[in-house]
């Protein structure tokens, strides 16, 4: 008989289900490659269910095709936001369930098959989605190889969803269609959200001042040869901005910038001497990375934004959260994110939250006492 391969091998199952609560939600993978090194989930055909204010599904571009497939190597050049897509360019995630809050909407609700890949000619890691998430921030090729093909979905998770009509909650679930096994991966700003940048030099406006130079302009068609074109063009204008900020973060201006005056250029050089001035007046020195993360948020609008009242947290917990998880079949393991140092979950709720969704997971499921990762590495540095 011919040897079974290790993704179809029975796999072998936790007493009890494991709860690993961290800070950063990209920290959640190492569990997700322990489990399958403990053979506790397949080599391959994983499904996450993500309930998340932020889809997280972006691709770091200089990121290679090859490092995302070089199993746990890949951990440290991770953040937040990119976390996801690797781990289904090596085919251990084939299927990303994103459940949102109804104050997010990064993708349209929908169900479709996306492929990943490396681009043929960088050997970086891109997608064939044609949706204003991937064309922003130029990570669409129509060429892929060593491609892989996973299935996303993305849904709204509301308490108002399921008010008064229990057929809503069976509708999602037979939508949904979640088979085992599965991660359920929970990020604490589902809850309440925050955004951040809307602080960063408030008095400056610096936020709003980002969104005409960081524009991103939808095409008017989605042929592939317009994408293509679509896409050269934003990948210039990120690379002239890392340049330019890069400059920044060396000299604290832009006198001596030897690359093209642009209009580009000029943009940045006003906004850079207003945060130069307001720095001097809070007698710090200016954070430019902070400024040029804050606009690569700006190319579709903004962040999400909802400080939610305990009430409204509540409701999502008891009123959406319960429901679902009474109605699919248990997850293999859940991760936890508190994404509260970053400041995408209010510091000031983020423990209430965390208990209510530890507490409603114990009540409904046989777990372990949870692993509180953040604090291990939080006392370890």
């Known amino acids: 008989m011919a040897e079974i391969c290790d993704e179809f091998k029975p796999q072998k199952r936790f007493k009890k289900i494991p709860i690993y609560v961290v800070e950063e939600h990209n920290d959640a993978l190492q569990f997700i490659y322990s489990a399958i090194g403990g053979k506790k989930l397949p080599l391959e055909g994983t499904t996450l269910l993500h309930l998340d204010a932020h889809p997280d599904m972006l691709i770091d571009r200089k990121l290679k095709g090859e490092e995302a497939r070089s199993g746990r190597h890949v951990l440290p050049l991770l953040q937040i936001e990119n976390w ?11 299927r990303v369930v994103w459940l949102r809050p109804p104050w997010a909407s990064q993708f349209r609700d929908d ?3 996306i492929h990943v890949g490396d681009h043929p000619t ?3 890691l891109r997608v064939d989605c044609k949706e204003p998430y991937y064309l922003s921030d130029a990570l669409y090729s129509s060429q892929l190889v060593n491609k892989r093909k996973f299935m996303f979905t993305s849904a709204e998770l509301s308490d108002a969803l399921f008010a008064g009509d229990e057929n ?3 509708k999602l679930i037979t939508n949904l269609n979640l088979l085992q096994p599965y991660v359920l991966d929970i990020d604490l700003d589902f809850f309440s959200t925050g955004n951040p940048f809307l602080g960063l030099y408030e008095s400056i406006n610096v936020y709003d001042r980002l969104q005409p130079i960081f524009e991103f302009k939808l095409p008017d068609d989605n042929e592939t040869e317009t994408m293509n074109k679509v896409v050269a063009s934003r990948e210039r204008q990120l690379e002239e901005l890392e340049h330019l900020f890069q400059h920044l973060e060396q000299y604290d201006n832009l006198n001596e910038y030897e690359g093209e005056k642009s209009q580009l250029y000029h943009m940045v050089a006003d906004l850079a001497a207003a945060v130069l001035a307001e ?5 710090e020195k200016p954070d430019w990375w902070a400024v040029f993360a804050g606009g690569c948020t700006r190319d579709q609008g903004g962040l999400p934004y909802h400080i939610s009242t305990e009430q409204e947290i509540q409701n999502l917990v008891k009123k959406a959260l319960v429901p679902l998880l009474k109605n699919i079949p248990p997850p293999v393991l859940i991760t936890v994110a508190r994404s509260t140092d970053d400041g995408y979950c209010p510091p000031h709720q983020v423990e209430y939250i965390q208990s209510l969704v530890l507490e409603t997971l114990k009540e409904i499921y046989d777990t372990d006492d949870p692993a509180l990762f953040y604090l291990n590495v939080n006392t370890s540095e």
């Not at 720095?279 to 007698?283: H, I, K, V």
């Open 84 to 94: 996801i897509v690797p781990a289904a360019a090596a085919g251990h995630i084939s």
């Open 111 to 113: 169900t479709r098959a």
């Open 122 to 124: 960088t050997g970086e």
């Open 168 to 170: 809503n909650i069976q």
């Open 279 to 283: 720095a001097e007046r809070l007698n």
